[in-house]
Structure formats: C-alpha cells, structure tokens
C-alpha cells in the first residue's frame, strides 16, 4: 500500500515548497513586493513562454548553451582522447589543464571581449572554454583509466595499437565522457546565463531575470529564474537520457 | 620411422610403439633461457621447460613465485629479458593461440553482446560476418553450451562470464591455451561446474592448455602434467605426470593416485616455501 505511493515522492517536496510559498505570502512573512504569489509567478511564466519574451530568451539561452557544449566537446573530445592516449603527455599538460579549470570562467569575460567584441562570439566563447577543459579533463581521465586487463586482453587477441584505442579504450571512456558532458553543459549554462546578464546582452534568459529585476517586475524575474533552472535540470536530464541508451554498461 | 626410433628401437630393444610415440610427441612448447627480472628481483634465470603437444599442464607454486609471468611471458603479454619461446619451432607471432584472464569482469567487454565478445577475435582476423557466426555457432554446438548469448556479460553470472570469455580464447580454434586462475574469483559451487567445463572443452578439442591454478586438487585434478615451481629465481621443483584416463569425475579424488600424485606435490610445496 505504501510502495504504491513511491513514485511520487519527489511530488511531495514540489507540492511542499508550493504550499510554504503560499503560506509566506498570505501571512505576509516576506514582503509581498519582493515575493509574489505562486499564482503571479506562474501566470507570469505561462504568458511569458507562451509566445511572449521569456519563450524567445529561453530560446536564445538554448540555443547559447548547446552551441558552446558542441563547440567544447567536438575539440575536447578528440583532443582527451589524444591526451589520455599518452600519459606522459597529459602529465606534462596536467598542471596547466588543471590550472585553467581551477580559474573562474567568468574572470575571463574581459580577456574574450578584448579578443572578440561584445557580441554573441565572447559569451558562447567563453562558455566553450569552461566546458572544454571539463570535458577535457574526464575524457582524458577515462582513457587513462581504461581497466588495464581489456586493453590486454585486446592486445593478447592481436589488436593493433589503433584498434585498442577505437575499440576498447574509447568505449571504456565513454561513462567518464558523459560525466564530463553534464559537468560541462551545466558551466556552459551558468557562464552563458551571466554574460546575458553583464555582457551589453539583448536577449536571453539572463537579460531576461536581469531587466525584470531593474523594473521590478518581480513575477517577472522568478519566471525566468524558474525557467532557467528548468533548463538546467533538463540538460542535465536529457545528457542522462543519452547515457543511459548509449553506455547502457557504465556502473555495471 | 625417424632415425631416433630405429635407433632407441636397436639399442635397447624396446617396444616399437614407445620410442615412435615419444616422436610424436615431441615438445609443443619450448622455453630456453629465459630470464625475467623485475627491478633487483629475479624471477627467472636460465630457465628450461618443455611443454608436450595436447596436453594440460597445471602450474603450482608459492605466491608470487611468478606463474603469470611465466605465462605472460610466453603468451607475449610481458617480454623476457633473455630466452627463446618456440612453438614447434616456431615464434609467437606466427601460431594462434588463447588466454584468459582471472578477472573475466574486467576481460570481457561490456558494450558487446555475448555473442559478439565471442566474435571479436575473429573481426580481428578479418572474417566476415556470415563465416564469424557460423564458427560461434559450431564452437557452441561442440561444446554444448546453454546459455542465451544475446546478453550482455554483465547480465550474466561470474561463471557464465568466465565461460563466455574461455569461448572467445577457443573460437579462433587456437594451437594452445593459456589460463591464469580462471576460476578464483567464482563460488565454490561455480569453480567445480567450471572445472567440468574445462575438462569437457580439453577432452572435446585436445588443445594444449597450461592452466595456472592456485588450488592443488583443481591442478591436479585437470592436469597430465603438474608444473611445480620454486620461489626466487623459479626453478623447477618438480614435473609430475598424472595420466589417470579422463573423463575424470568425483570418484577419482578418492583414488590411489590421485591421492598419492597429490601428497607428492604438496610435500614438495612445502619443501620449497620451507626453503622460502
Ligand atoms: N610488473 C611488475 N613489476 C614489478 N614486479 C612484478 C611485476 N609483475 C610481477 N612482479 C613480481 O614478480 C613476482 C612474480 O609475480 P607473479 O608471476 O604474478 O606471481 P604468481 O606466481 O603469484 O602469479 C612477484 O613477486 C611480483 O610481485
Ligand atoms: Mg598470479
């Protein structure tokens, strides 16, 4: 009888922090202006994504995001896989890889706008960067992580150098690529989301909660939030999707 | 007749078939001089050893006293410092031949279906897909196996996986067999279903098998031949035949000699990790 109800448990802590919200703001414990009701909020979504501005910026943001993933992962890809290849070549590259993915992307922002202008170029730039060097960093890991005994036992059945690599070591890398994949859009995500905030941006689900903040509009700016975090989760979601389809052998 | 056996046949008068049938089977395997070191640490130094064709040999001796070197080293996994590996005479390269692993986890690849893994030796030689098959499929009549091979390893049990992996050692029908503990990882249980397999695949395809066994009744129990090493450099301890007829089952763990070629074998042992 209680199994039945399982499902839907992750509901029950929606329907929780709802029902506080209501609370909040019909006892008026914060102030109305700064927190509307969730009626306001939704209402505010649901005109805003559909046909209004926010669907566009939500778009836009997309559209920012997956680029900058792409652009990352089609150079990181291939460049971990080339670096975890050869260890010794990732050992020499390890402090400088590590350095840069220590570095906070967004104090990079004036470096790109000095190189690229304030145009679209600079935010899904420096998005790119940030997502690179993760992405760089867990595929190159995977491979050289590849479980020593497959790669013999490849090698004992008298597989080639090349085929090793394209037939054990990629695929083996393959769960530590996804890994790097979700981090990555994730950074990408918060990076594009601030630089259309600061970055002379028009669009975007950051310009988007930054405008409705400086009008004080605030169903507004906790649509687009809410909007925001809903694209968040579901990139992370549909990277989870693609795993589980594709490495339907990682953790096994 | 070769010149040897008219001549041990003139000379000591002996049987026809004996000095002929020690003609036939001369050595499958011949190690010469080989020296391996690791670091400071000697493993071999110098050392012979003479593996006959179609036989399984068990390999016996102290941990660490180097046993999957000894058959890294001659599966080219791992290469001698000095000696001469030859397989009838001739190199590595130029002979099939199998080996599993202990850990069939981490041996198999996951991302293949069984049937697949299995298949993979032979995409490595090139065979297309219809002739790929049809050997899996004559591999899996001749040894009788039951188990759906559509899945994947990991929705297998250990000794299945094991099975799988022993599969794709046979399937490019190899001159000889190398296994390094392959049954230490499985269940009690399993390891005695898995021996009969092993016996059953050995007496149904007569592949030279060196098998590294770290359990004296399993080494003994499968073997023509046990190999018993001693510790630091590996030498040696002790050859032992062991030509109980095969099928073996149950029975002869009871026997005469079994019981006898295993006390023999296990004072040794313990005359070398004594000497340790
Ligand atoms: N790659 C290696 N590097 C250094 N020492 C090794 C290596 N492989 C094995 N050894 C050492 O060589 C000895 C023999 O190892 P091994 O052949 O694995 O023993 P075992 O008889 O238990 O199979 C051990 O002392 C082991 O520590
Ligand atoms: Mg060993």
């Not at chain 1, 060097?133 to 490849?154: D, H, Q």
């Amino acid at each position: 009888m209680k199994r039945a109800l399982d499902p839907f448990l992750p509901v029950l802590g929606v329907l929780g922090l709802i029902a506080l919200w209501y609370i909040a703001v019909w006892k008026q414990i914060v102030d109305p202006v700064l927190l509307p009701s969730p009626t306001d909020t939704f209402h505010a979504m649901y005109k805003g994504m559909a046909g209004g501005r926010l669907g566009f910026d939500f778009l836009m943001t997309v559209e920012r995001t997956i680029l900058s993933t792409v652009i990352a992962a089609a150079i990181a890809i291939p460049l971990g896989i080339f670096l975890g290849a050869s260890e010794r070549l990732y050992r020499s590259l390890e402090f400088v890889i590590d350095f840069f993915r220590s570095t906070p992307a967004s104090a990079m922002f004036p470096l790109f706008l000095v190189l690229f202008g304030v145009g679209n170029t600079t935010k899904i730039s420096v998005a790119a960067f940030g997502a690179a060097l993760v992405i760089l960093f867990n595929v190159s890991y995977g491979v050289m992580n590849a479980r020593k005994t497959r790669l013999l036992a490849a090698k004992v059945m008298g597989a080639s150098r090349l085929r090793v690599l394209t037939d054990v070591m990629l695929l083996e890398s393959l769960p530590q690529t996804f890994v790097g994949l979700r981090n990555g859009v994730s950074l990408a995500l918060v990076i594009v989301v601030v630089a259309e905030m600061f970055i002379g941006s028009t669009d975007g689900l950051g310009q988007r909660v930054f405008e409705a903040q400086q009008l004080f509009n605030m169903p507004d700016m906790y649509a687009a939030i809410f909007a925001a975090g809903a694209l968040g989760y579901g990139l992370n979601l549909m990277f989870q999707l693609i795993e589980r389809t594709f490495v339907h052998w990682s953790g096994k | 007749m070769t010149d040897g056996a008219l001549l041990s046949q003139v000379a000591g008068g002996v049987p026809i078939g004996a000095p002929l049938a020690a003609a036939t089977a001369a050595p499958h395997v011949t190690v010469r001089g080989l020296t391996k070191r690791f670091g400071k640490a000697s493993i071999y130094e110098r050392f012979d050893l003479d593996i006959p064709r179609g036989k399984l040999v068990s390999v016996f001796g102290p941990n660490g006293c180097g046993k999957s070197t000894l058959i890294n080293i001659i599966a080219g996994l791992i290469p001698p410092d000095a000696g001469e590996i030859l397989f009838d005479g001739k190199p590595l390269r130029a002979i099939k031949f199998g080996y599993v692993f202990q850990n069939y986890r981490e041996a198999l690849f996951p991302w293949l279906r069984s049937v697949d893994n299995i298949e993979y030796p032979l995409k490595l030689l090139k065979l297309p897909k219809a002739e790929r098959r049809a050997r899996v499929e004559r591999l899996v009549a001749h040894l009788g196996v039951k188990i759906d091979l559509n899945r994947y390893p990991y929705e297998m049990s250990g000794g299945q996986q094991q099975l799988i992996s022993i599969m794709r050692a046979l399937v490019v029908e190899p001159e000889i067999l190398f296994l390094d503990e392959p049954f230490s990882a499985l269940d009690y249980e399993m390891t005695l279903f898995m021996r009969e397999q092993l016996q059953r695949i050995f007496i149904e395809t007569g592949t030279t098998t060196v098998l590294v066994s770290h359990d004296l009744e399993e080494a003994v129990y499968l073997a023509d031949l046990v190999l018993l090493l001693s510790r630091g450099p590996a030498q040696i301890a002790d050859y032992v035949d062991f030509d109980t007829p095969r099928p073996r089952n149950d029975a002869t763990l009871s026997e005469k000699g079994f019981v006898a070629t295993k006390a023999h074998c296990l004072a040794v042992f313990q005359r070398e990790v004594r000497k340790g």
